[in-house]
């Protein structure tokens, strides 16, 4: 079992940034994935990003490349997202996943999932 909690989201002005933490805890070993999706209201769960538990690759969704970065800080085990350039369309819950294998792009192959943290873009 893997357990996720988000944190960090918030109000903030487009053009400016925010940084999503994810607590991961539980059995997670070589193989997984932790990423993060995101789903604005009457929309469907999409991807941003996502990151290798070991061996770090990354995998962006274009519509956040060059603005936003995925790290894992491994001595707290926790997955960081830095929003930067924040546009009104970034406005969402965001949720943390993991899941054991390769990115996924598709919600549904995503086997944990956080409760999600609202982050809201002014224009």
């Known amino acids: 079992q893997v357990q996720l909690v988000e944190t960090g989201g918030g109000l903030v002005q487009g053009g400016g940034s925010l940084r999503l933490s994810c607590a991961v805890s539980?059995?997670?070993?070589?193989?997984?994935?932790v990423g993060w999706f995101r789903q604005a209201p009457g929309k469907e769960r999409e991807f941003v990003v996502s990151?290798?538990?070991?061996?770090?690759?990354?995998t962006y969704d274009d519509s956040v490349k060059d603005r936003f970065t995925i790290s894992k800080d491994g001595a707290r085990n926790t997955v960081l997202l830095q929003m930067n350039s924040v546009k009104p369309e970034d406005t969402a819950a965001y949720y943390c996943?993991?899941?054991?294998?390769?990115?996924?792009?598709?919600?549904?192959?995503?086997?944990?999932w956080g409760q999600g943290t609202r982050v809201t873009v002014s224009s």
């Open positions: 539980g059995t997670i070993g070589s193989g997984y994935t």
């Open positions: 996943a993991a899941r054991q294998g390769l990115p996924d792009r598709r919600a549904g192959p995503w086997d944990y």
């Open positions: 990151i290798r538990w070991f061996g770090g690759g990354t």
